[in-house]
């Protein structure tokens, strides 16, 4: 999943440039869904990790799938509810319909 950023960086102003936001409206966005995150799945929360057929993106971010005590998909939360949107990583495309 791609969140909105929170500080200013490379793909923030390319973020901006490409959906025609400020950057400022991108950055209210991305604190919106930390908090969204913190409050669906505070510090300490134990999640399940679930890996597609590999493990890091191309720039070594992890690529997982958690999910909550309940059960519930965090990522599909967080795409579900907005603060989210669906980014994939072929061929790590497992649940890339769910997301979608």
């Known amino acids: 999943i791609d ?3 929170l500080n200013e ?10 959906s025609r936001r400020d950057l400022q409206a991108i950055f209210r966005a ?12 505070p510090p300490g929360t134990d999640v399940v990790v679930e ?6 993106d191309p720039y070594g971010r992890r690529l997982a799938y ?6 519930r ?3 599909e939360t967080i795409v579900r509810e907005g603060y989210a949107g669906l ?14």
Request: zero cysteines; glycine letters at 4%.
């Open 66 to 71: 958690l999910r909550l005590p309940d059960g």
């Open 51 to 56: 890996y597609d057929v590999q493990r890091t």
């Open 73 to 75: 998909m965090l990522n």
């Open 30 to 41: 991305g604190a919106r869904s930390r908090d969204f995150l913190r409050d669906l799945a």
């Open 87 to 100: 980014l994939t990583y072929p061929p790590n495309v497992r649940y890339v319909e769910l997301l979608r």
């Open 3 to 5: 969140a909105p950023e």
């Open 9 to 18: 960086n490379p793909k923030a102003l390319r973020d901006a440039e490409r």
